[in-house]
């Protein structure tokens, strides 16, 4: 089974940075498509990004020049740089990883970003 561990969390103050990051217990380079989702309190699950195996990404219009996805494929890790946050980004922060044939979408257990002064 596939386990997916975000971690990089936390508290943070309008225009601040977090780095979030997903650590696989297997080799990325298996997944052709990684990414995050986040949950805001009362709102459904939302694509923040993603990026595929070839390294292309994707991000919603809400976060465009803000938040930045990268992978590590030798340390099984994908990241997710978050810049000038602002409250409404608080949210569990979830990564996911897509394998094809058959298609299977695994998730982490989430980390929580909390933009507050």
């Known amino acids: 089974q596939v386990q997916l561990v975000e971690s990089g969390g936390g508290l943070v103050q309008p225009g601040g940075s977090l780095r979030l990051s997903c650590a696989a217990s297997?080799?990325?380079?298996?997944?052709?498509?990684m990414g995050w989702s986040r949950q805001a309190p009362g709102k459904q699950r939302e694509l923040v990004t993603l990026?595929?195996?070839?390294?292309?990404?994707n991000y919603a219009d809400s976060v465009k020049g803000r938040l930045s996805i990268s992978r590590d494929n030798a340390k099984n890790t994908v990241y997710l740089q978050m810049s000038s946050l602002k409250p409404e980004d608080t949210a569990i922060y979830y990564c996911?990883?897509?394998?094809?044939?058959?298609?299977?979408?695994?998730w982490g257990q989430g980390t929580q970003v909390t933009v507050s002064s």
């Open positions: 990026i595929t195996s070839a390294g292309s990404t």
């Open positions: 297997e080799s990325i380079s298996r997944f052709y498509r």
């Open positions: 996911y990883a897509d394998r094809a044939a058959p298609m299977v979408r695994y």
